[in-house]
């Protein structure tokens, strides 16, 4: 089997074909989601959230990405692995950027790196574009801006609006092969996707675009405490985790596990 690729993603708008992505932070959930035919697996700076324990995305160092990103290919096999570039190691210019993207390629082997931000990044684009490093740009809510922006709906009003479609089409000129758009109104979201060649993911931005992204840990019901309006929960796993742990503990404390078929003579 190949990997999915960049043309594939293109062939998929072409056909008007929608398709979901799905973050993952190690190899045994990687290789759950890649059986289960999940194309794209974004190793995303929410596992500073979801797998690190961090208050936010924003202490997630490079080092973290690359270790996680190298875990996430082993585990799979078809699916396209796209590593997130995190806070700090792409805001210094597009030289850092081309620095922090080679590492996730060469050590990690991503298919393909995010990075957050229209204008501000088309530079970096541009350049991981030109040595060869598929780019997803990511717009509307960032949450490594959570300092300036807070988390709320991005894009209202025609102005800000005006801006965010001016902004995926540079990243789409920039070379950037999707955009990921993120709390953004669905209206705004769907003439957005109108006015690409390149797919829309969309995540809190409505029915319209062309892909969709769920924080893997949100969508399987594990992420525990509130979660965003716009994830659904397709499992209970926190619950069925929560079970099976309380069950081991109940039958250790019991005396019942380990029976004769667990143990050695
Ligand atoms: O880090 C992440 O999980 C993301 C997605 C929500 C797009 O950037
Ligand atoms: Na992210």
Partial sequence: TRRITVHDIAAA????????MLTAYDAMTASVFDEAGIPVLLVGDSMGNCHLGYESTVPVTLDEVAILSAAVVRGSKRAMVVGDLPFGSYQEGPV?????ATRLVKESGVGAVK?????RSLAATELLVQAGIPVM??????????NTLGYRVQGRGDEAAH????????A????????????V???????????????TIGIGAGPDTDAQVLV????AGLTGGKVPRFTKQYADLRATLGDAARAFGGEVAGGTFPQEQHTFH
Avoid: C
């Avoid at 708008?13 to 979901?20: A, L, Q, T, V």
């Avoid at 965010?164 to 089409?169: G, R, T």
């Fill in 172 to 183: 789409q000129d920039a070379g950037a092969f999707a955009v990921v758009l993120e709390l």
């Fill in 13 to 20: 708008k072409e056909r008007g074909e929608k398709w979901p």
């Fill in 216 to 219: 893997w840990t949100d969508m």
């Fill in 96 to 100: 850092q950027a081309l620095r922090s």
């Fill in 185 to 199: 109104p669905a209206e705004l979201a769907a003439e957005v996707t109108r006015s690409l060649h390149i797919p």
């Fill in 163 to 170: 801006r965010l479609i001016q902004d995926a089409k540079a």
């Fill in 115 to 119: 990075l957050e931000g229209g204008q």
């Fill in 137 to 146: 740009s990511h717009l509307g809510l960032t949450p490594q801006s959570v």
